[in-house]
């Protein structure tokens, strides 16, 4: 078992930034991979960002390289997202979520993440 706990949202402005954090407990931090998800309003949940175990392997949606940074703190079991240039159509509930299955790559789409935190909101102002 692993519990996700998300921190950090809440209200910028346009062009401002953000650092979520992802406290995780229960199986070893090091032992499974990460990923980052948002849902925005009235649209499904999408990837946003994941890295692998140990940090050698990340990736991310296209339309957010450059602006999003996925890292990790596995001492502190920890994940992190620096969140910059937002905008409002960054407007969204952002969830970390567990890949357990992973031993080296990442992966983007929902099906293979077994755990999830409850969200955090991120809500950019025009």
């Known amino acids: 078992q692993v519990q996700l706990a998300e921190s950090g949202g809440g209200l910028v402005q346009t062009g401002g930034s953000l650092r979520l954090s992802c406290a995780a407990s229960g199986r070893p931090f090091s032992t499974y991979a990460m990923g980052w998800f948002r849902q925005a309003p009235g649209k499904e949940r999408e990837f946003v960002a994941a890295?692998?175990?140990?940090?050698?392997?990340?990736a991310y949606a296209d339309a957010l390289k450059g602006r999003f940074t996925i890292s990790r703190d596995n001492a502190k079991n920890t994940l992190l997202l620096q969140m910059s240039g937002l905008k409002p159509e960054d407007t969204a509930v952002y969830f970390c979520?567990?890949?357990?299955?992973?031993?080296?790559?990442?992966?983007?789409?929902?099906?293979?993440?077994?755990?999830w935190g409850q969200g955090t909101q991120v809500t950019v102002s025009s």
């Open positions: 890295i692998n175990r140990n940090a050698g392997v990340t």
């Open positions: 979520a567990a890949d357990m299955v992973r031993l080296l790559g990442v992966c983007r789409t929902e099906v293979c993440y077994t755990y």
